[in-house]
């Protein structure tokens, strides 16, 4: 009996940080880290590890993911999403997506995650919501982040 090696995508190709830009920056009270190209199960640990290490000097953590360029996002990494936002709120902070892509968007409404994960449709609104506020002010779970979210689907 002869062995073979199969031959497909699934052992060929660019590898995880060809397939996964991360571009990270601090603006102010929150990091902004920007996602471009596939979260799969091969760049799941890759965006884990560097949202991770972005977000370590922030006590407590506030993460916006800007998903406006992510083209692909399978189960791990919606594994690795809820993670995160565990993780975030475990340690008294959060973490947002900004802009995220028309299929991105509805994965998360279908799943029922967009109850738990805000997701706004710019970066600036996603900023707004983590900077913090005086105590007794409007908290971060305002009626406008749904409401931009459904202007968004309709194209206004």
Same mark, same amino acid.
């Given at each position: 009996?002869s062995?073979?090696v199969l031959e497909?995508p699934?052992?060929?190709?660019?590898? /995880?940080?060809?397939? &996964?830009?991360?571009?990270?920056g +601090?603006r102010?009270?929150?990091?902004?880290?920007?996602?471009?190209?596939?979260?799969?199960?091969?760049?799941?640990d890759l965006?884990r590890?560097?949202?991770r290490? !972005?977000?370590?000097?922030?006590?407590?953590?506030?993460v916006?993911?800007?998903?406006?360029?992510?083209?692909f996002c399978?189960?791990?990494?919606?594994?690795?999403?809820?993670?995160?936002w565990?993780t975030?709120?475990? !340690?008294?902070? +959060? &973490?947002?997506?900004?802009? /995220?892509?028309?299929i991105?968007?509805?994965?998360?409404?279908?799943?029922g995650?967009?109850?738990?994960?805000?997701?706004?449709?710019? &970066?600036?609104?996603?900023?707004?919501?983590?900077?913090p506020?005086?105590?007794g002010?409007p908290?971060?779970?305002?009626a406008?982040?749904?409401?931009?979210?459904a202007?968004?689907? +309709?194209?206004?």
């Amino acid at each position: 009996m002869s062995s073979a090696v199969l031959e497909g995508p699934w052992n060929s190709g660019p590898g /995880p940080q060809q397939r &996964l830009q991360i571009r990270t920056g +601090d603006r102010g009270c929150a990091v902004v880290v920007h996602v471009e190209g596939e979260i799969d199960y091969t760049t799941a640990d890759l965006l884990r590890e560097r949202v991770r290490t !972005a977000a370590e000097p922030l006590t407590p953590p506030r993460v916006v993911l800007d998903f406006d360029r992510v083209t692909f996002c399978d189960s791990s990494g919606l594994g690795t999403l809820v993670s995160m936002w565990k993780t975030a709120r475990a !340690a008294g902070g +959060d &973490l947002l997506v900004a802009r /995220p892509p028309g299929i991105f968007r509805r994965i998360l409404e279908r799943t029922g995650l967009e109850r738990h994960i805000t997701m706004t449709p710019t &970066l600036d609104q996603a900023l707004t919501l983590l900077t913090p506020h005086p105590r007794g002010a409007p908290g971060r779970h305002s009626a406008f982040t749904r409401s931009s979210m459904a202007s968004r689907k +309709d194209g206004s």
